[in-house]
């Protein structure tokens, strides 16, 4: 459990330890992040939570698709809050920074901001906003990590399972890191983001420990809860891999995408590396 701690925090310190490198270092980091993010939702979240919402023990109709019906309203629902998530944002950036401002020539004097203020409290709203869901479907998914290793009886599958998310982890802080540094949260704010990333998959374990005696993972309410939560994580997850990583990664109107052809071209090798890595461990996690 300790280490499981260890890689998650180092994973989520590491792109903090190397954002002042050249700023391409940065990019391979996000599109690395990005294809991990990806793969852990399709490869490691997805088909648990469609193996236990078509379980015959639920009584459902096994052949109905409930666990992408789950995916796929979640990634519809994580759509509509980040924009809400989006414009609230933004309202309080522009008011704390109006509160900061006075109006000179050729700004607006109701809102108190010129135009390049109003573009930045935008973009750093919307990377505050994509920060905030993203979490929220890693969290999601690491208790249940955690719950179903604490619960696992075999002591060579345990050691197994630790070794796996140990870097399971890691990546996933990795890319929680990436995500976090363009928010320009205070460093309590990021601290108290990654000690809530850190700790979650070591909780999961203790709750499990405590409920090993009385847990049933082929129960009822085990599997519909798990199945459930998995599923939502994947749709968030997804959602936020394409739509708030990849997307944003290569947009070349981006200041922080490399406009030379080379080491554009790398990035989409660091987005495979990425989902490579995930894709790996799902030989023993």
Not at 22 to 40: D, E, M, P, Y
Not at 58 to 69: N, R, T, V, Y
């Amino acid at each position: 459990m300790f280490g499981i701690l260890v890689c998650s925090i180092i994973g989520f310190a590491l792109p903090y330890l190397l954002r002042k490198q050249h700023r391409t270092v940065l990019f391979f980091f996000r599109t690395f992040a990005a294809g991990v993010v990806l793969a852990v939702a399709i490869v490691h979240i997805f088909p648990g939570a469609q193996e236990a919402l078509s379980n015959p023990c639920l009584g459902f109709a096994e052949e109905f698709p409930w666990a992408s019906i789950f995916v796929l309203y979640a990634a519809l629902i994580s759509f509509v809050v980040e924009c809400y998530l989006k414009k609230v944002l933004l309202k309080t950036l522009q008011s704390n920074n109006a509160k900061n401002h006075a109006p000179a020539e050729g700004e607006c004097v109701e809102c108190g901001l010129n135009t390049e203020e109003d573009e930045k409290a935008l973009v750093v709203s919307g990377y505050r906003a994509t920060s905030y869901t993203l979490e929220a479907g890693i969290v999601f998914h690491s208790i249940f990590i955690g719950i179903a290793l604490g619960t696992t009886q075999d002591i060579e599958e345990i050691q197994s399972l630790v070794i796996a998310l140990m870097f399971h982890q890691g990546f996933e802080g990795i890319s929680l890191g990436t995500t976090l540094i363009p928010c320009q949260f205070s460093k309590l704010k990021t601290v108290i983001m990654g000690l809530l990333f850190a700790l979650t998959t070591p909780l999961g374990v203790v709750i499990g420990l405590a409920i090993y005696s009385s847990y049933n993972p082929a129960s009822k309410a085990a599997l519909a809860t798990e199945g459930a939560f998995n599923a939502i994580s994947a749709g968030i997850l997804i959602y936020n891999g394409l739509v708030d990583l990849v997307v944003p990664a290569f947009d070349e109107t981006d200041e922080s995408t490399p406009k030379a052809a080379v080491p554009y071209f790398l990035g989409f090798v660091s987005l495979f590396l990425g989902a490579f890595s995930m894709c790996l461990l799902a030989l023993w996690a």
